[in-house]
């Protein structure tokens, strides 16, 4: 994956608090932040805004994720379009030439004033690169669906050291994508806990465009406020108002 000498990212936007692991995580949550539901299993819908190359990888990537004890996904007619304008109450997931800008995919949560609750999500697969080699495979595409579709469940990353051997899921980070393009069984596991306890009210299943804020571009991420790991991860935070703001954590990777 660094053979080309280009800088690449992994952009995850996150209205939320984070962690930043290196290493395998005991847990991976992104700081408790959940949707909000009152029984479980609950359904997640994933707005379809994905060309032909991708609704099997879609598809793929609902599949595994459902496979959780605590929740399913199911893929409907998206509202988000290219730009990926987030709906709440479900994820818009999407893909487009967004430009060689640096990141393949990039996943956004949005979260209720004063709670941990996520009131809707976007992801963006930017095939500006995944059209092309290395990234044009099925491995590659299945790894960064699965791993920003998992950002919007809650869940941060197991790895993120491209050089450690795979862990066998798509919350890893790898140079080879083979054995890493589907959830795991820590996964699953870290779902069921951040899902076992139950809310007084949902978050899940609204359907009105354009919720608590819109989906964000580069240049609206707001400061950045953090640059670690010898300045391959920053992060970069955005006030919406009314208590709400963007978070947005970059890997930057050579």
């Known amino acids: 994956m660094m053979s080309s000498g280009r800088r690449f990212a992994l952009v995850f936007g996150l209205v939320a608090a984070f962690v930043l692991p290196g290493v395998a995580e005991a847990n991976h949550s992104w700081g408790g932040y959940h949707w909000a539901r009152q029984s ?12 032909s190359t991708w609704d099997p990888i879609l598809a793929t ?25 987030p709906t709440t109450g479900r994820v ?21 004033s004063g709670t941990k ?3 809707q999500g976007a992801v963006k697969l930017n095939d500006s690169y995944m059209n092309n080699a290395p990234y044009n495979t099925t491995a590659w595409r299945n790894l960064v669906s699965c791993q920003e579709v998992g950002h919007t469940l809650g869940l941060d990353h197991q790895d993120t050291n491209f050089n450690n051997a795979n862990l066998g ?12 393009q589907h959830p795991n069984k820590h996964d699953y596991d870290e779902l069921v806990t951040i899902y076992t306890h ?13 919720g608590p804020g819109n989906s964000a571009g580069q240049s609206d991420w707001g400061r950045e406020v953090a640059r670690t790991d ?6 970069f935070v955005k006030d919406l108002g009314a ?10 990777i050579r």
């Open 117 to 119: 609750h996520i009131v």
């Open 198 to 210: 139950l809310d007084s009210t949902t978050t899940v299943g609204q359907a009105v465009t354009g």
């Open 40 to 51: 479980n299993p609950f359904t997640l819908k994933l707005g379809d805004n994905v060309s």
């Open 61 to 85: 990537t609902s599949s595994d994720w459902t496979q959780s004890t605590v929740l399913n996904t199911t893929i409907v007619a998206g509202q988000g379009k290219g730009n990926c304008r």
């Open 92 to 112: 818009e997931v999407c893909d487009k030439t967004y430009g060689y800008n640096g990141w393949l995919g990039q996943a956004q949560i949005w979260l209720s």
């Open 169 to 180: 899921t798509c919350m890893d980070y790898t140079n080879n994508p083979s054995t890493n």
């Open 230 to 235: 010898g300045g391959h991860t920053s992060v």
């Open 243 to 252: 208590g709400a703001s963007l978070i947005t954590f970059v890997l930057w």
